[in-house]
Every structure is written in C-alpha cells, then in structure tokens.
C-alpha cells in the first residue's frame, strides 16, 4: 500500500484532525510513514516556515501507537509555531504487524535498535522538507519514547534538545541471584 493508502491508518482515523492544525504525511525508511502537523495561520494556510519541529516518540501503547493522549500535546505546540511529526514505533499502533517476524528478518538487531533507526530515519526525511528548520529538531518522549529519544540523540547530532519523561532504566536487568 503507498503510504498515505494504509488501511489501518484509516482505521486509526490518521493524520488526526486538529483545530487550527494542517497535517501531510511524510515517507521516511523503506515504505514507512509519519504524520507531520503543522500550525495554520488565520487565514487557513499553512503558517510560513521553516517551522521548528518536535519529533513525538510514543510510550508504550500497542493498540493506539502515538494517537493516545496527544491532543493537549499537539494543540500546545501547534499553537506555539511547531510542526510535530508522529510515528508509530516498531510493534505499535499501524505498525503491530511489523512485529511479529522482526527477529527473522533482523538476527542481529534489538527492537531499540531498530526505532532509533527509524527515529534517525524521520530525521533524514525532515532535512529534506524546505518548510522545516533543520537546526531546531526537537524530541519529545514518554517512558519508551523517552528513551528512544535519549538515544537517538546520542547518536545524532542534528537533535536539538531532548524532552524525556520516564525514559530512564538501568537497560540491564541482572541475571537472577546476582544482586540485582
């Protein structure tokens, strides 16, 4: 399906409808998609750029992906000028299916691994949209996404700023009766 044709992203009812919000999808990866949300101005057009942009990395939601909880979110930082794009991480939301034989397909990946992949993925496509300033690319994250986003940015230098909430674990849990 071409990406703006994904039957469950009409089931999802995607890109969401926002007041005073335009929104387009953008390709990213090897037929992957993001929603981008952009501030329109009183006149209804898209408000002009480049835009600053917030990349919206979801917590754990398996059967909503990034649409939980986003409106407040969203309204805020439309109305402050931002463009947000949204994805549904590897295993969540439009992306559930993409799950089930990851490991075959990557041996030798982590499913971390693979959704900071495809937050750099994202960040790739970004660079390439002229209404988007590409030296103000911000993440935002809860829990999974926050440390998504952490990690992301520690390894891509085009990450401005980083907002993560609950995005902290030790990443290593211990074998049993080791003192952890």
């Known amino acids: 399906d071409p990406p703006g044709d994904s039957p469950l992203a009409m089931l999802f009812g995607r890109p969401l409808k926002r007041p005073n919000t335009g929104s387009t999808i953008v390709p990213y990866g090897d037929g992957l998609r993001a929603d981008l ?5 009183p006149d209804g057009q898209p408000q002009p750029g480049p835009l600053p942009v917030v990349i919206w990395l979801h917590a754990y939601a398996y059967a909503t992906g990034y649409s939980r909880w986003v409106n407040a979110a969203f ?6 000028g931002f463009a947000i794009l949204a994805l549904d991480q590897l295993g969540f939301g439009t992306r559930g299916p993409e799950l089930h034989d990851f490991y075959n397909q990557y041996p030798k990946w982590s499913l971390l691994g693979k959704m900071v992949c495809d937050t750099r993925g994202v960040i790739d496509a970004l660079s390439g949209l002229e209404y988007i300033d590409h030296f103000r690319i911000y993440l935002i994250g809860y829990a999974l996404g926050g440390k998504v986003g952490l990690v992301t940015a520690a390894l891509d230098e085009r990450v401005k700023a980083v907002a993560s ?3 902290f674990d030790p990443l290593h ?7 952890m």
């Open 75 to 80: 309204d805020s930082l439309t109305q402050k």
């Open 173 to 179: 849990y211990g074998a049993p009766g080791d003192g």
């Open 165 to 167: 909430v609950c995005g």
């Open 37 to 41: 949300y952009y501030p329109l101005g």
